[in-house]
């Protein structure tokens, strides 16, 4: 069979439901969506919210951006030059930044997240995740999750650009300006890239007002409310 098409693939729903998975793990799974501009906060909250759940015994997880861009999600580059793919493979494979490939990007991680979920864990994702469509993509993979909808919560680090390209943790605010500056277009976000803010985030956290301690409770706070930790 070369290809499939919707219907062929039937979900297979196991001997253990959900709802037995869960109350064994004494566990409740979710998604934490972080989307902002690069160094707005997004790896640095969702790190700290892992630590602050895991002392808690809460089972809990990370899938960070560049983390899934060395190994799921790897660019062209990588897959050959680390996995041995050919020049092909690795072409038709590989994602790199075109809002093409970050849709495609997004759509894996968000049915990744998914399935962490569905197997108990507070899930996290720290992506950029610039385009609207593609967050409420995964928005809607959890609501329509079989057998039940996934509490999906898009946690929008809402910090301006101005102060994320002061922080720059990575020089790559100052590499993109300069690459501005010599004609070119990085396609970075914030400068040359849009970045379309969520509409309704289920949380919003002002970084430049808020410590990092301060995001993390307000997060915990939603996850209370929630009935996902107790
Ligand atoms: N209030 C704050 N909240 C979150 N991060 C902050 C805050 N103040 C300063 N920072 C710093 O900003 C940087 C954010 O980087 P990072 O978490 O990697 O961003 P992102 O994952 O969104 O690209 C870190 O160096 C962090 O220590
Ligand atoms: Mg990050």
Known sequence: MADYKVGDVVWHEGDISREERWKALKAKGCTLWFTGLSGSGKSTIASALEQALVNRGVFSYRLDGDNVRMGLNAGPKILQEIHGN??????????????????????????????????GCVSMTSFISPYRKDRDLCRKLHATA?????????VFVDTPVEVCEKRDPKGLYKKARADIAAGKNPGFTGLDDPYEAPDKPELVLKTADLSIEQSVAKCMELLKSKGIIR
């Open 86 to 119: 050919s020049e092909a493979q690795a072409k038709r494979f590989g994602l790199g930044f075109s809002a093409e490939d970050r849709a495609e990007n997004i759509r894996r991680i968000g049915e990744v997240t998914k399935l962490f979920a569905d197997a």
């Open 146 to 154: 079989k057998p039940a909808p996934i509490d999906f919560i898009e």
